[in-house]
Structure formats: C-alpha cells, structure tokens
C-alpha cells in the first residue's frame, strides 16, 4: 500500500511554485541550447565560406585569368599528376605541342591590347573545345599556348596536333570594322614516360622556333 500511495504521488502535478521554478529552467535551457546551435551554425558557414575562399585562391593560383586555361605552374602539376598516372597504368606517354601566335605584337600594335586579348580567349576557348578531358592545354604567357595530348602514341598525336594547328589558323576575330586572322606556329615534341619535362619543352621550343622561321 505505501508504494501505491508513493506512486501517486509521483504522478500528481507539482505545486504552482515548483513547476514555475521547472518551466523557468526550461525555457532558460531552451534558449542556451538554441544560442548553441547557432554558434554552431554560424561557425559551419564561416568555414564552408572559408573553404570556399580557398579553393578559389588555389584555382587562381594554377589558372590563366585571360583565357581560363591552366597557366604554367597550373599545367606543371597536372601534368607530373598525369605521368604518373600513366606510368602507374603502363602507358606510353603522350604529345606535347607548342603554340604561339604569329605577329601578335603587330595584331596589339594595330588594333590595340583589347583586340589582342580577344584573340587570346578565341584561342584559349578553340583548344578547350577541340581536346579530350584527359588532355591539357595551358597559357604559358604572352601568346605561348600548350598542349598535352595524354595517352596517345606519336603518330595519333601529330595527327591530332595538325588539326588542333589548321583550326586555329582558320580563326577570324572580328574587331569593329574588320577581321582579324589567326595565324600559329607549332613545335612538338614526344614525351615518353620518364623524360624530363624541361627535355621536351626544349625539343619542342626548338621546333616552333623552326616552324616560325620557314613561315
């Protein structure tokens, strides 16, 4: 009998004071509990912001603002990230291909820096378009274009490298009341896996200077 009574009493409704005293306790741990969680989102904000501010640097970093291609140190890094890959998955290597624009400096000259940035960007946007995604392609200054052609033996890489040339030279940019052609030399040069990069963009510096020379 004296646990029946002490359970209810257990169950009966506290005095008016105490379930103030309760409901006060509540509402203050309500309001602690809710001052927390937006602490803690704001907190997870300001870190995916944060995160976000980085990630932006860093593409900035390895991209060339004119045209939105990797600029050279961009290029550099995806491309020992790609040889390994390659050496990992035993292929060969691929074709690496310089571009530069033929009397640029006439083209700014002529019709001013802003025409020859257009020219850059028709450039850089062409070479997006014409190249697969395991492929690279990079500003490397002024009007020095690269390619790499990842995967590819030396035969289908020239191949590609000619039409990547011949549609470039058939670009026009109009500018107010003119056109104006797009002309290219191009050097290559075979990178097999383990060759020093600075080995092939020498070979292939050479060749553009060759090509430009006979134009």
Not at 58 to 85: I, P, V
Request: hydrophobic content about 40%; some cysteine.
């Amino acid at each position: 009998m004296a646990d029946m009574l002490a359970q209810d009493n257990s169950q009966q409704p506290p005095n008016p004071q105490t379930a103030e005293a309760w409901w006060r306790t509540q509402s203050a741990t309500m309001a602690l509990l809710k001052h927390a969680y937006k602490k803690i989102g704001d907190a997870e904000a300001e870190l995916a912001r944060r995160e976000e501010r980085i990630q932006t640097l860093e593409k900035m970093a390895l991209t060339d603002e004119m045209t939105g291609l990797y600029n050279r140190r961009g290029f550099m890094s995806e491309f020992d990230r790609d040889m390994n890959r390659m050496k990992r998955q035993n292929e060969q290597g691929g074709l690496f291909v310089l571009f530069d624009l033929n009397k640029f400096k006439y083209i700014n000259d002529t019709h001013g820096h802003i025409a020859g940035d257009k020219c850059l960007q028709l450039v850089g946007r062409t070479l997006l378009k014409l190249i697969r995604n395991t492929d690279m392609a990079a500003r490397f200054g002024g009007d020095e274009f690269a390619l790499f052609l990842s995967s590819t033996t030396p035969e289908h890489g020239a191949d590609k490298a000619v039409f990547v040339r011949e549609t470039l030279c058939s670009l026009v940019q109009p500018w107010k009341n003119t056109d104006i052609p797009i002309k290219t030399g191009m050097g290559t040069a075979y990178c097999a896996i383990g060759t020093p990069f600075e080995q092939v963009y020498e070979a292939a510096d050479k060749a553009l200077y060759a090509d430009k020379t006979c134009a």
